[in-house]
C-alpha cells in the first residue's frame, strides 16, 4: 500500500490550506476594522493619505457593514479636496481593498464553492466579466465581493480584476465626489 500523496491531493490540501489562511486574512481584517472604526474616522484628518487608508480597510472587509461605509467619510471631506486627486486617491485604495474578495475566490474555492449565489456569480463572469466587474464597481453595492470572489475562483487575471475594478470604482467615486460636494457647498458654505 503506496501512502505517499499523489499530485491531485498534495493540490487539494494545499488549495484547502490557502483557503483557510485566506478566510482568517480577511476575517481578521474585518474584526480590525470594526474594533478600530472610530480610529479610522480620524484617518480623514490627514488628508488624502488619510482617505487612502479609510478607503482601503472600507473595502477590504468581505461582506461586512461597516459602521460608516468608507465612501460615506469620503463624501463627507468631499468639499474640502481637489474633486479629481480624491477620485484617484479613493478609487484606486477602494480598488486595492477590493482584492480581499479576489484572494479569498483564488485561494479559497474549495471553502465557498457549491454555494448558489457565487455559482451564479461564476456564470456570469464566465460571460459577461469585465462588464460585470466595471459595473459592479460603480454601482453603491455591498455584494461585490461576490464578484470579486468569482473573479478569483475563475482565475481571471489579477491586473485585469484591478483595472475593471478600478474603472468602476472611478466612476463611482467620481460622482460621489462631485454629488457630495455640489450638495455640502449647497447646504453648508464653506
Not at 147 to 161: C, D, N, R, S, Y
Amino acid at each position: 500500500m503506496n501512502i505517499s500523496a499523489t499530485p491531485s491531493t498534495r493540490r487539494a490540501w494545499t488549495s484547502i490550506v490557502i483557503g483557510v489562511l485566506s478566510t482568517l486574512l480577511v476575517v481578521s481584517l474585518t474584526i480590525y476594522a470594526y474594533q478600530m472604526r472610530e480610529q479610522i474616522e480620524l484617518l480623514q484628518q490627514y488628508g488624502y493619505p488619510g482617505i487612502f487608508l479609510i478607503e482601503i480597510i472600507g473595502n477590504a472587509t468581505i461582506f461586512a457593514w461597516t459602521p460608516i461605509p468608507a465612501s460615506v467619510i469620503t463624501a463627507a471631506v468631499a468639499p474640502l479636496f481637489h474633486p479629481f486627486l480624491l477620485m484617484i486617491t479613493a478609487s484606486t485604495a477602494a480598488s486595492l481593498g477590493e482584492m480581499t474578495g479576489y484572494a479569498l475566490g483564488q485561494g479559497g474555492a474549495s471553502l465557498v464553492e457549491n454555494r448558489p449565489w457565487v455559482e451564479r456569480a461564476a456564470r456570469w463572469m464566465q460571460h459577461y466579466g469585465n462588464t460585470i466587474i466595471t459595473l459592479a464597481a460603480a454601482i453603491p453595492n455591498p455584494f461585490f465581493d461576490a464578484v470579486g470572489i468569482a473573479a478569483g475562483m475563475l482565475k481571471i487575471p489579477l491586473w485585469k480584476f484591478f483595472v475593471f475594478c478600478l474603472l468602476g470604482k472611478a466612476i463611482n467615486r467620481l460622482a460621489l465626489i462631485l454629488i457630495a460636494s455640489s450638495t455640502l457647498r449647497w447646504l453648508l458654505p464653506i
